[in-house]
Nanobody, 123 residues
Framework: QVQLVESGGGLVQTGDSLRLSCANSGRSFSNYAVGWFRQAPGKEREFVATISRSGGSITYADSVKGRFTISRDNAKNTVILQMNSLKPEDTAVYYC????????????????WGQGTQVTVSS
């Protein structure tokens, strides 16, 4: 099984950085592509970034390109989302999710989800 736990959220100011972590306490993470999503109050969940099983392929949403970096350490069963130059519009609950197949265009098919971590960016 895959059990995902996010951590690293918090309250920061505009321009600050945060490092979110997604840890898998179940099966080896190297079998899964991982995505980060976020959901702001009153809005639909939106895609943020995804990384392939090996880490060799990565896709970002246009809204975070150049500011966010997704990476993974399969030996540690962890995927990281480094968020720099944060803006108030980045405020949301951030979720990591896992699926067996990586795709840069298909954003569905995630079978496993974490509980989310709150990120709040004040202006």
């Amino acid at each position: 099984q895959v059990q995902l736990v996010e951590s690293g959220g918090g309250l920061v100011q505009t321009g600050d950085s945060l490092r979110l972590s997604c840890a898998n306490s179940g099966r080896s993470f190297s079998n899964y592509a991982v995505g980060w999503f976020r959901q702001a109050p009153g809005k639909e969940r939106e895609f943020v970034a995804t990384i392939s099983r090996s880490g060799g392929s990565i896709t970002y949403a246009d809204s975070v390109k150049g500011r966010f970096t997704i990476s993974r350490d399969n030996a540690k069963n962890t995927v990281i989302l480094q968020m720099n130059s944060l803006k108030p519009e980045d405020t949301a609950v951030y979720y990591c999710a896992a699926r067996t197949v990586y795709s840069s265009s298909y954003l569905g098919g995630y079978n496993y989800w974490g509980q989310g971590t709150q990120v709040t960016v004040s202006s």
